[in-house]
Nanobody, 120 residues
Framework: QVQLVESGGGSVQAGGSLRLSCAASGSIVRINAMNWYRQAPGKQRELVAQIINLDNTNYADSVKGRFTISRDNAKNTVYLQMNDLKPEDTAVYYC??????????????WGQGIQVTVSS
């Protein structure tokens, strides 16, 4: 089993910044991809950013140039630095990890979700 703990959400005015964190713990052999998704009210969950290795990253077009995903493998933690936030970034943000667990099983786990609210 793997547990994910998200932190760093909250409310901010447009143009502001927030940093999300997601720490994984449990029977982890290796974490492959680490992802941030978001889901706004009435919309489908969408992939915001992904990091596979330390420098292999992908972003949704809507956040390119404003958000930065990073990871600390020693801490099994993924971060999402969000700058120049816009009201349309308001959503519940979820981390998702693709992980190899002991003894050797490929699995995916989701965090509980964290609210980000951006006011105009």
């Amino acid at each position: 089993q793997v547990q994910l703990v998200e932190s760093g959400g909250g409310s901010v005015q447009a143009g502001g910044s927030l940093r999300l964190s997601c720490a994984a713990s449990g029977s982890i052999v290796r974490i492959n991809a680490m992802n941030w998704y978001r889901q706004a009210p009435g919309k489908q969950r969408e992939l915001v950013a992904q990091i596979i290795n330390l420098d292999n990253t992908n972003y949704a077009d809507s956040v390119k140039g404003r958000f930065t995903i990073s990871r600390d493998n020693a801490k099994n933690t993924v971060y999402l630095q969000m700058n120049d936030l816009k009201p349309e970034d308001t959503a519940v943000y979820y981390c998702k990890i693709d992980v190899i667990t002991r003894p050797f099983k490929y699995e995916s786990y989701w965090g509980q979700g964290i609210q980000v609210t951006v006011s105009s």
